[in-house]
């Protein structure tokens, strides 16, 4: 079953949009060097009710063992490491089984 890993980030005020959009470029990248992501889509956020996240990013796997294996690569700890954490106040991610039909078994 497919699933949707969603990010989504809250960069720290001395951050530039620029820095930022550089920090996604990075995320964006990964779907090159990861053959597990199937998809990645970038955002930045327009809503007034976003509590103070600004960017964020959805990416689509195969199934649950796609995302462990994506989890664990070294080019995403990296990405993590390296860029996204040094650049942000906060983090809030949100994983789920994507269901195949318009109402999900609950």
């Given at each position: 079953m497919t699933v949707a890993h969603?990010?989504?980030?809250?960069?720290?005020?001395?951050?530039?949009?620029?820095?930022?959009?550089d920090v996604l470029k990075k995320v964006a990248d990964?779907?090159?060097?990861?053959?597990?992501?199937?998809?990645?889509?970038?955002?930045?956020n327009f809503s007034a009710r976003s509590k103070g996240f600004t960017h964020g990013f959805t990416m689509l796997f195969k199934d649950r063992a796609a995302l462990e294996t994506y989890d664990k690569?070294?080019?995403?700890?990296?990405?993590?490491t390296n860029h996204i954490r040094p650049n942000i106040e906060d983090i809030l991610a949100f994983d789920y089984d994507v269901e195949e039909y318009s109402i999900p078994r609950l």
């Open positions: 969603i990010i989504l980030l809250k960069f720290k005020p001395s951050v530039s949009e620029e820095q930022a959009q990964l779907k090159n060097k990861l053959t597990v992501v199937e998809s990645v889509h970038l955002g930045v690569s070294s080019e995403h700890v990296d990405a993590v």
